[in-house]
């Protein structure tokens, strides 16, 4: 049962499940009553000037949650921008490994400022674009700072699959990052751009690579492997070059089915493989949190070919 008056309820609905404090006046909520709804939990108070009906959002879900607050950006400041990993996700960008609990934004303001969940950042030019949450900096301004705020392995995660999506081009890419090159953590920015590539299809990939390439190692990512014939035998995530060796990121996905038939096309496969020469290695989820391993795993097997 609500006591939100129903035309402020529909608003919210409209809103990410979010209103303001000048929407509720508006409506002829007043302040005593706003507190009550709090005490009550029908309603949320992420920041000051800001509320969310409690049926209407998950707080739960951090990337939600994010996406909500990241529209209430809009509601709160009408000059507002989403920067950082905050547009990376409002592009519709895949995000991996990074705290959502901060949103970034940018404003025509002298100082960096904290509102709750809001961190905002002045604004210095940075070219934008339209999003269905608000005005966010483009695309590659985004992922350059999401490397810089979150790390290199993080933003080549974000970077590979807007590349693959073909949400942005390598070339724009590294003019954002250009830019802030020599700026406090510049340097993640142009690890990432080192690393990425839009060859790689998941999240499980690009970790793999970047752990494996930053052990020293050399990948061709998606090498289509063919018979004495010229017949495919398959597309391997990655050829060590210069090697024989195949390392396959195992995801599992593909076997979680339990069907056979996907078991035993997958078992021919690699046997193929085997008789043509190549040694194949497959680095797990497992893999992926001890680098140190998944890196001698693949030395061992280049030692054995």
Partial sequence: MTSLDPSL???AEAQHGLFTTKQ???TGLSAVALVHAVRSEELLHPARGLYAVAELVDPTSPSRWHTDLSFGAGLLWD?????STTAVLAHGVQVWGAGLSTVHVLRPIDRSIRVGPYRVRQWTGQPTAPTAVGAAVD????????AM????????VSADHALHQGLVSFDDLQAAVEVVGGWRHGSRAVSMLSFANGLRESV????????????????????????????????VDFLVHGTNVIVEFDGRMKYD?????????????EDELRRLGYVVVRIT???LERPGAAAAKVRSAIAAA
């Fill in 204 to 235: 499980g990939e690009s970790r793999c690579s970047v752990i494996l390439e930053m052990a020293g190692l050399v990948l061709t990512p998606q090498v289509e492997i063919r018979d004495h014939d010229g017949r495919l035998v398959g597309r």
């Fill in 257 to 269: 089915s339990g069907d056979p038939a996907v078991l035993w096309a997958e078992k021919r496969r």
């Fill in 139 to 146: 695309l590659p301004t985004a992922l350059a700072a999401h």
């Fill in 285 to 287: 989820w497992a893999d």
């Fill in 24 to 26: 509720a006046h508006r």
């Fill in 79 to 83: 000059d507002a921008t989403l920067s």
């Fill in 9 to 11: 309820r529909a608003l």
């Fill in 149 to 156: 705020e979150q790390g290199v392995v993080q933003g080549v």
